[in-house]
C-alpha cells in the first residue's frame, strides 16, 4: 500500500500542477489575461516549486520525508481552494506560487520513499513516480478539459486542490511514520551542492522541462486560437505530452539501471526535445501532434535519468538523497520561470512560429551541459 499510496499522490500532484494551462481557455476571458497572463502564471508557479525544492530536501532530511509531504499537500491544497474563490489575475499569480511552493515539498520525498520500498534500485523507483506523474497529466490536461467545459473552472480548480488533501489523507494512513530525525551535516550540504556532475543535471534537465512546460501550459490555447480546434480535442492532443510518459519513463529507468550511460540518455533527450518544438512550430496538425508525442516521450525518458542519476551521485548518508533530487529539481524547476515568459513574449511580438522556433534554439543550447555529464555513472552501495 506504500508504493500505491505514493502512486495516488503523485497523481493528484500532477492535476494541479497542469490544471492552469487545460483550463485557461476558460480563464483567460474571465480574468482579462490573454497570453501573457498564462504566461505569467505558469511563471509564477515554477519560481515557486523551483526556489523551495531545496528548503523542502532540508526538511525532508532533518523530520523525514512523510512529514515533509503532508505539509506541502495541505499548503498546496489550501492554495488551489484561494485561487477558485479570486478574481484578479494578481491574486491567481500569487497563488500559484504558493502552490507550487507547498508542490515543492512532494517530489523530492515521494523519489525517496519509494526508492527505499522499491529495495534502492534508483531507476525504477525515479520511473514509477514519472509514470504516475503521466496519469496525473492526462487528467489535469484532457480530463479537467473536460470538466471546466461542463462545471466552469473555479470548481474545477477548487476540486483539484480537494484531490490533493484526500491524497494527503490515503498518505498519513498508508506510509510508515519517520524514522528518528537526522542531524544535518552544514558541511556535507555545502559539499552536496557544490557537486559540479549534479549542477550538470540540474541545467540538463531544463531541457525536457521546458518542452513539457511549454506544450502543456500553451498549446491547448495556442490550438483553439490559431486552428480553431474545440478546447476537448486541444486538450486531447496536448495531454500526449503526459501521456507518453506513463510508458516512456519506465522505460527510461530501465535503460539507465541497465547501462548507466548518463550524458548518452540525456543528450538523446536534447536532440529530441529541440526536434520536437520545431515540430510544433509547423502550421499543421499533422506535424505538431508528432511534435507533441516525442516531446513526451523523452519526457519520460530525460527527467528519470536525471533524478536516479542523482541519488546515485549522492556520495553521503541515505538522508541525504532527498537533497540531492531537490537541488537538481530546484536548478531545473527554478530556471523553468523564464521559457514561458520569453514564448508569451515572443507570440505576442511575432507570432508563434517564432515562438516555438525560439523554444527550439533555447533547448539545443542546453546541449552544452549535457556533455559535461559524465559517462556513465557507478550503481550506489545502499
Known sequence: MAIASIILVTIVYSVSWFNIGSLYYLMGPDLQGGVSGLGTLTSAFFVGIGLLQIPGGILAARWGPRRVLLTGLLVAFVAELCVSFSSRLIDIEILRFVTGAGLAFVFAPSIVIITRVRGGRSGSGAGIVQSSFGVGGLLGLFGWTLLGSVAGWRVSVALSGILLLLGGIVLALFIPKDEQRFNLSLEKFANLLKEKNLIMIGLS???????????????P???????????AIAGLIASAVVVVPIFSAHLGGMLYDKTRRLRLLMTATGFAISTSLVLCAAPSILFITPGVLLAGFMFGIGPTTGIAAAKDLNAFEKEYDSLAVAWINAISLACSF?????????ANSFGYFQAWLGGAAISLSLLIPMLLLPKKVSPRLQ
Open 205 to 219: 534537465l531544463l531541457s525536457p522541462n521546458m518542452g513539457n512546460i511549454l506544450v502543456f501550459s500553451f498549446m
Open 338 to 346: 523564464w521559457p514561458p515568459l520569453v514564448f508569451s513574449y515572443l
Open 221 to 231: 490555447y495556442y490550438l483553439e486560437k490559431s486552428f480553431g480546434e474545440a478546447a
